[in-house]
Nanobody
Framework: QAQLVESGGGSVQTGGSLRLSCEASRYAFSLDCMAWFRQAPGKEREGVASITRDGTTGYAPSVQDRFTISKDTAKNTLYLQMNSLKPEDTAVYYC??????????????????????WGQGTQVTVSS
């Protein structure tokens, strides 16, 4: 069973930075794909960034060049460094593991893909 616990959310102004962390069980880190998703009020959940077990990363176009996903295997922790934040980045951010359709599907998430493990989410609010 994979366990995922996010932290690091908060409130920042436009242009600011935040780093989200996701402490995961050892089992979660053994899975092929881990990813970050987000859901803004009144909107569908969307994929933000993904990372495979061997470290290959992928990003949604809306966050490319601003967000960086990484992981520390020794600490079983997944990170999302978010720079140049915009009000439209405001959302609850979720850590996830085991996207059955693969990591490339995670960043094109439409709700039809199967994601087996979710964290509880952490709120990020960006004010203008």
């Amino acid at each position: 069973q994979a366990q995922l616990v996010e932290s690091g959310g908060g409130s920042v102004q436009t242009g600011g930075s935040l780093r989200l962390s996701c402490e995961a069980s050892r089992y979660a880190f053994s899975l092929d794909c881990m990813a970050w998703f987000r859901q803004a009020p009144g909107k569908e959940r969307e994929g933000v960034a993904s990372i495979t077990r061997d470290g290959t990363t992928g990003y949604a176009p809306s966050v490319q060049d601003r967000f960086t996903i990484s992981k520390d295997t020794a600490k079983n922790t997944l990170y999302l460094q978010m720079n140049s934040l915009k009000p439209e980045d405001t959302a609850v951010y979720y850590c996830a593991a085991e996207i059955l359709e693969g990591c490339s599907a995670a960043i094109r998430y439409t709700g039809d893909q199967t994601v087996n493990y979710w964290g509880q989410g952490t709120q990020v609010t960006v004010s203008s």
